[in-house]
Nanobody, 128 residues
Framework: QVQLVESGGGLVQAGDSLRLSCAAS????????MGWFRRAPGKEREFVAV????????YYADSVKGRFTISRDNAKNTVYLQMKSLKPEDTAVYYC?????????????????????WGQGTQVTVSS
């Protein structure tokens, strides 16, 4: 497994931007799919974005498509989530997660059980 530590959360105003980082240590980072999930107050954790091992493919939740961008730097063992045009409904604890490649990745990337390592989360609060 890899160990994951998120950073970059904070309190921002609606319309602002924020970049989250997730640093990985342990096993070979480039061998893992990397995802971002979030849990809003009183809600279940939900999928946000995922990126393939080489960064060649990405998928997003409809709610963040066009506003969030996931990227990775395998040389730095880090995955990022650039968030723009933030809305109050983006307020949540954001988690990064790592998964070994699995079948039908392009259709099952949102399934939490496929991710074997999780970070502790970083709080993002967007005020109106």
């Amino acid at each position: 497994q890899v160990q994951l530590v998120e950073s970059g959360g904070g309190l921002v105003q609606a319309g602002d931007s924020l970049r989250l980082s997730c640093a990985a240590s342990g096993r070979t980072f480039s061998g893992y799919l990397m995802g971002w999930f979030r849990r809003a107050p009183g809600k279940e954790r939900e999928f946000v974005a995922v990126i393939s091992r080489n960064g060649g493919s990405t998928y997003y939740a409809d709610s963040v498509k066009g506003r969030f961008t996931i990227s990775r730097d395998n040389a730095k063992n880090t995955v990022y989530l650039q968030m723009k045009s933030l809305k109050p409904e983006d307020t949540a604890v954001y988690y990064c997660a790592a998964a070994r490649p699995f079948p039908d990745y392009s259709s099952n990337y949102h399934e939490e059980f496929r991710y074997e390592s999780w970070g502790q989360g970083t709080q993002v609060t967007v005020s109106s």
